[in-house]
């Protein structure tokens, strides 16, 4: 297992200067208030250890560091990809909550959809 060190205030000059000022996956500018150290594959996932790049990092917007947590790059991708696709989407259904009262349910029309619309995964059918 790899010992992960603290990363000297030397290296995350470098890395500013290597990534021209700004964010490794945004490309937005840094500036002292919005820039943070993310760990390209995070610390928490064990599974990649074994990972040339596990421990290492780079420096990003501290909003992109948020959103990213504890995904890996490609599963952040991934996730983005979902959200834009869904886009549409979400937008009506914003427009539908913002012009509309949320109405309500009972337990037995509640019911019968679940039966209708889910299996016995709990999971969607469509």
């Known amino acids: 297992m790899k010992k992960i060190k603290s990363i000297p205030r030397s290296q995350i000059r470098y890395m500013l200067k290597r990534q021209n000022g700004r964010c490794a996956i945004s490309?937005?500018?840094?500036?002292?208030?919005n820039v943070s150290?993310?760990?390209i594959f995070p610390l928490s996932r064990k599974e990649f250890e074994n990972?040339?790049?596990?421990?290492?990092?780079?420096?990003v917007t501290s909003k992109i560091n948020r959103l990213k947590?504890?995904?890996?790059?490609?599963?952040l991708y991934k996730l983005l990809e979902k959200i834009k696709n869904h886009e549409i989407n979400t937008k009506?259904?914003?427009k539908e909550l913002n012009e509309e009262e949320v109405k309500?349910?009972?337990k037995n029309e509640f019911d019968e959809y679940i039966k209708?619309?889910?299996d016995e995964n709990g999971i969607i059918k469509n």
């Open 27 to 33: 490309g937005e500018k840094l500036s002292p208030v």
């Open 37 to 39: 150290v993310d760990h």
């Open 51 to 59: 990972e040339k790049l596990y421990g290492k990092s780079w420096l």
């Open 69 to 75: 947590g504890s995904l890996t790059l490609d599963e």
């Open 92 to 94: 009506r259904l914003f």
């Open 104 to 106: 309500e349910m009972s």
């Open 116 to 118: 209708n619309n889910y």
